[in-house]
């Protein structure tokens, strides 16, 4: 038996070192589309907005894009490959 590698995952990843390795630099308009549904559906269960909303409220839809627009959301992307490769990566280090 071989012994179990140890992870260390930090909680707040160095985008300053950070490379992409799998998909294209930026956030897919399948990953946008998925991120803001989501996000919409806790606004609208009750979940707090991590911008200030100014002005009127327009609803949970427009609130996760413009936190989406901010980099207010703490959220990382799994992209993964065919072979079982995977890779987490903060939505602060993909180019909206």
């Known amino acids: 038996m071989s012994p179990a590698k140890t ?5 707040s990843p160095s985008i300053a070192g950070f490379a992409i390795k799998i998909g294209p630099p930026k956030l897919t308009r399948f990953e946008r589309a998925r991120i803001v549904g989501a996000r919409s559906l806790q606004l609208a269960m009750g979940a707090p907005a991590f911008i ?10 427009q609130t ?22 995977t890779q987490d990566i903060p939505i602060k280090a993909l180019a909206n």
Do not use: C
């Not at 200030?52 to 839809?61: A, C, L, N, Q, V």
């Not at 996760?64 to 490769?85: C, F, K, Q, V, Y």
């Open 64 to 85: 996760a894009m413009l936190e989406l627009e901010a980099d207010a959301l703490p959220i990382s992307i799994r992209r993964s490959l065919p072979n079982g490769t």
């Open 52 to 61: 200030p909303i100014e002005g009127s409220y327009r609803g949970p839809i």
């Open 7 to 11: 992870v260390k995952k930090s909680k």
